[in-house]
């Protein structure tokens, strides 16, 4: 994929990992308004000043609006850690390594780090972990609640949370199938491990929580419609 044919929000997650590789572990609204800029002047600059000056309305409104399905904070690839400053989460380094090496020839060799990164803290789960060992786990809503890593209880948080766990379970999957390979490791020299076996039950976890928890999930829902 061309850098023209990204998404707005593609763009801004991009931005985001030129902050963060430029050594900015936590970075502004303003930073992230002009890392944009940069990257595409055309979309992101002042109307009739494009090339002069950054439209810091144009990057916010990608990043604040919770009616955009992709908008990076809602995808959890960017997370807000205090009023105005933001970071780049595991999940979104992985996204973006994806979206760099789409159509590359490369696409096959992508460092593997990202992506078990964002992968772990699922596949270590407490909950999960218990039902590999016993289906009828987690016997309670609060089990699914804390996998998939819920803060309160409303519709777009919940469809968010869902959709980050398939996201790093279903790139991961898709690591291993693209590289043939039976094992996700944290990089070349080991640092941990997770099996494609494991990713596949990871990946039937989740279907089944949402199964056995159905009711709770249409209530959450039903509550914010």
């Not at 930073?31 to 309305?57: I, M, Q, S």
């Not at 790093?168 to 390979?181: D, M």
Request: positive net charge.
């Amino acid at each position: 994929m061309k850098a023209h044919e990204f998404t707005a929000a593609q763009e801004i997650l991009l931005a985001a990992v030129d902050l963060t590789d430029a050594g900015k572990a936590a970075f502004s609204e303003w930073d992230l308004t002009v890392a944009a800029w940069k990257r595409n002047k055309n979309r992101f600059g002042c109307r009739e000043y494009e090339d002069d000056y950054p439209d810091h309305k144009r990057v916010m409104m990608e990043i604040m609006g919770q009616t955009k399905r992709d908008n990076p904070i809602r995808r959890q690839f960017i997370k807000k850690v205090r009023p105005n400053y933001y970071e780049l989460t595991p999940l979104g380094r992985a996204e973006a390594e994806r979206l760099t090496r789409l159509g590359s020839p490369e696409e096959a060799s992508r460092s593997p780090g990202p992506v078990f990164t964002a992968v772990l803290p699922y596949a270590n789960d407490r909950s999960f972990r218990a039902w590999l060992q016993d289906p009828e786990e987690p016997r309670t809503w609060l089990g699914a609640s804390a996998f998939f890593g819920l803060q309160r209880y409303d519709a777009n948080h919940l469809n968010d949370r869902v959709r980050a766990a398939l996201t790093a379970v279903t790139g991961a999957l898709a690591w291993c199938s693209q590289n043939e390979r039976d094992v996700l490791t944290r990089g070349t020299h080991g640092g941990g491990s997770i099996t494609k076996a494991e990713l596949q039950k990871l990946r039937e976890f989740i279907d089944m929580l949402q199964k056995r928890f159905e009711a709770q999930i249409a209530a959450i829902r039903k509550k914010a419609g």
